[in-house]
């Protein structure tokens, strides 16, 4: 039975999702190599994934296909996720950015598209969006 399996509903399987995506196109190119081995421990840490899960997905026997949701509302929220996940260090680094496009490309954005993307992501996560841009989103809701 597939790790996934076990966990049918909430934030758990989601994360597990996440994770095993990541994994998929972190061995895309064949081999995980060192770099990317230290980001998905990383990343499992921040997924709060156990060690047992981690050795389940890692198996070369499991390949997690990306769940491309159709709607593009959704695709941008599972990108929201992801960098809420990935900032929950206020950080984030060139291998996580390289991984992050990767999944993004995995979404259906195109690689111009998902490099601008997660650009504004950036900014947006680390507070550092120019005032235009601020002014913008604060004024919308009101």
Do not use: C, W
Not at 68 to 94: A, C, M, N, V, W
């Amino acid at each position: 039975m597939p790790i996934l399996d076990l966990y049918e509903h909430g934030e758990k399987r989601k994360n597990l999702a996440h994770f095993a995506t990541l994994a998929s196109l972190a061995a895309v190119d064949g081999e995980i190599n060192e770099k990317e081995m230290e980001v998905l421990k990383k990343f499992a840490f921040k997924l709060n994934i156990s060690d047992q899960e981690f050795k389940e997905v890692m198996k070369k026997e499991n390949k997690y296909p990306i769940e491309t949701p159709h709607s593009g509302e959704k695709r941008y929220k599972r990108l929201f996720e992801f960098f809420q996940i990935i900032f929950s260090d206020h950080d984030i680094d060139d291998e996580e950015r390289r991984i992050v496009e990767k999944y993004a490309v995995g979404l259906g954005f195109s690689p111009k598209t998902a490099a601008n993307i997660i650009d504004k992501s950036i900014k947006i996560f680390t507070g550092k969006i120019p005032f235009e841009d601020y002014h913008e989103l604060v004024k919308r809701d009101s």
